[in-house]
């Protein structure tokens, strides 16, 4: 249990880079917005009202984060929670498919 399986669409080589959990791409957009505003980690914390420790685990991608958690960052970055989805939208798909990975 809690293995993962990763599937290689038809149409791809098997070397192809995994797509990105959700999470992950989240947190590099934030991560990404907060270095374009030259602002710190614990700047944007305090702001939201996230602990420090949870927005660097967000971050990272090693947290789902709820829409409420979604709402204050990005609102502490000045961005609209449909801002954020349409950038991360957007470096989704100008990405190639890769395999699809699977936690079993």
């Known amino acids: 249990m809690g293995e993962l399986i990763a599937f290689p669409p038809r149409d791809q080589p098997d070397q ?3 797509e990105p959990l959700w999470r992950e ?12 505003q030259e602002r710190t980690l614990a700047d ?8 420090t420790q949870y927005l660097s685990e967000v971050e990272r991608g090693r947290k789902e984060p709820s829409s409420e958690i979604l709402g204050a960052v990005s609102g502490a970055l000045g961005l609209r929670l449909v801002d954020l989805t349409t950038r991360i939208s957007r470096s989704l798909v100008s990405r190639p498919a ?7």
Do not use: I, N
């Open 16 to 18: 192809a880079e995994p």
């Open 44 to 51: 944007v914390a305090e702001e939201s009202g996230v602990s």
């Open 25 to 36: 791409a989240v947190g590099r957009e934030l991560r990404d917005e907060r270095h374009r």
């Open 98 to 104: 890769g395999p699809l990975a699977l936690a079993a």
